[in-house]
């Protein structure tokens, strides 16, 4: 277990981990290869290396063997490193509201597999602790226990969480230092504590709309572009933006708040204390206020959605203005930071292009006309697995303890 | 000379660039290290450093000397390793519309010097670029030749330009991959070939208002953040983000168009094409309109400067006007991308508090509260070198020549 190296995190583990890492990235990238090419294609002298590759097939990520028929000028057979299938390299949980997702990948970046349970809203932290655990087992045992409400199952076989390299967490609300060991939750004091002693490896946090941002980037909608903004339109209306495949975070980890950028600045306050932001036109309650006020009868979302897929003009009316709402802070949004896909998630998202088409209008045409035709809006399509899927995505991809290797190239005469 | 190598730039010629760039950060970090403790830290073998440590010093980059008295058991003194001061790493210009201004670099990444010159706006471009040969060879010579217009002067001595990694160079309007050795300045054909042909570096373009915006993040207003939003209002209205040290571009090279984000949906008509941008509100032609609309009766910038200054009330209703336009953008952005800094640049900026204590006021009220204590707005402080030195900028933090090197991490016991 690498686990108690990681909590006593010095340069030496680091520079360590590094190596660790570009080992790793060559298997993936080649495919089983000797120490000799290991050797050859990493530029590490031969100690270091003998070093690494003993700690990696100790703790399970690699597998030592003779898969190809090779002979040296004496006759020994080369021994070959590959990626161990069966090892989990990292983990994502999403701690939303009212439910716990999980989500695993091995060391060749495949998803093992996702389940997810629903609980109570004031649930316990260790409660809920307990249930990503559980969760967590189902896909080490192999059990084919999923989620009732889609996403990716188990898939490559059972998972072997020895060898995990760190677990990424998404929360609800704002996160000071997210996406390192150092983050905390607002509010919930301790919980990276709680996790790294139930798991034994480091926790990265972050904001779970933020990871279902990168999540919509690595693996969902936007998995062809790596520049990405996210909007969810839910109770609450927020995102995220991934910017050169990262996802971006800002200053105090206050980014992607899109829900509070002032649509009217002369109109209804809002839960945040500013007044008029988009929020108050476009969360799940602001919609149905609107549909009301539009003479519309349903009280709740399914009502509104089924009103509007059968032409009710209330209902068609109030989603094209919320859409012209939304279009306008998104084109705000587009100018200043250049996405070239907009996904939009949430479950007001379900209403489809009676949604989507007012709210792509009303972009195009607030954007400066040598904008426009490079931005497409999208549906989110991973659900809710999103987030849990961005916490692995936030390890693999911008974990800090990752972030040092040298990454190898693929070298042209090898 | 690197040169060639650099034109037929393969997979391998990076991975010993990588390698050249982790020798020459330990050297920038420790000072003068023998060959023994280069390898001990960079962790490369013995074949490969040598062969790495050959070529920075064939290169004039690095110099072997004896500088402490150590002497080994058998009596042999031990050669160090140490950057040579006046080998110039990066050199910055700014092609600007009327002049050409440039910035220099030694190893230790100190500004050796700068440099401009004015010229007609329509210059051909070989003649552009005689002038940025011209003002570089004035800084390798060591002549004092400086800029009428403030901005850093030569300081370390002499500029010894064959061991130059790489130019950084920004232009007027929109780029296409920008920061990379594919840039192409729209309506600008063949620029990088030109350079690279007149200078033999690899040669990394920018638009130049996005360059200042990374200067003002890494040598000006805002060096102390790595989250930063600069806005330059001059005859456009433009800017540039920093986020996490790094200048963001966005797809296509459409980020920082601040000056095209909607103020008013049912405004005047703006250059882009799209109507009631912030451009058509604080420009500097918009600015004028305003104020003589107003009932101002200066012609000039200078003019309406002069009369803020003096309390005339048509010229500070303006100031407030525009700043509280300008402020409502700034929010939304801040929303959408949570910098730490926001740096205001360019001539309507001379205006100081008069325009930036309306920005901020407008800003603060359109943001979330929470949101509110966490952004700070300033004057930019780096003038007209800003766009060269951000070319350098370019080349230090962000050139893809340098970001796949592994960065050596401080060593505990050593």
Redesign the interface.
Known sequence: MLSCMHEHD???T??RR??EQ?VLELLRKHGPLSRAEL?ARS????T?LHDIVAGLVGNGSVVAGTPHVEVRKRGRPVEKLSLNPAAGEAVGIDFARRAVHVAAVNFAHEVIGSASEAHAADLSWPERIDIAGRLLATLATGSSVGSADGGPRGAAGALHLDALSAIGVGVVG?ITEPGSENAHAQGIDGLPDLLRKQFGVPVLLDNNTRLAALAEAVWGAAAD?S?VLYLRLSHGVGGG?V??GAL???????????G???VD?AGRP?D???TG?LETRASLDAVLYRYREAGGRADDLAGLLDAAAAGESAALGVLERVGNDVG??L???C??????VIVVGGELAEAGPTLLEPIERALRQ??????RQ??DVRHATLGEAGSALGGIALVLHESPLLS??????????A
């Open positions: 010095g340069p030496l680091r520079l590094s190596h570009a050797g530029g590490l002298s031969r270091t704002p572009s520049d933006l910017v050169g971006h975070r800002g200053r105090n980890g206050l980014s992607g708040e899109f509070h950028i002032t600045p809002c945040c204390g500013g932001c306008g802070v084109a705000a949004v100018h200043a930071v250049g996405p070239g607030q954007l400066m006309p040598m904008a490079h931005v040092h290797y040298p990454r190898p190239v693929p070298e042209e005469n």
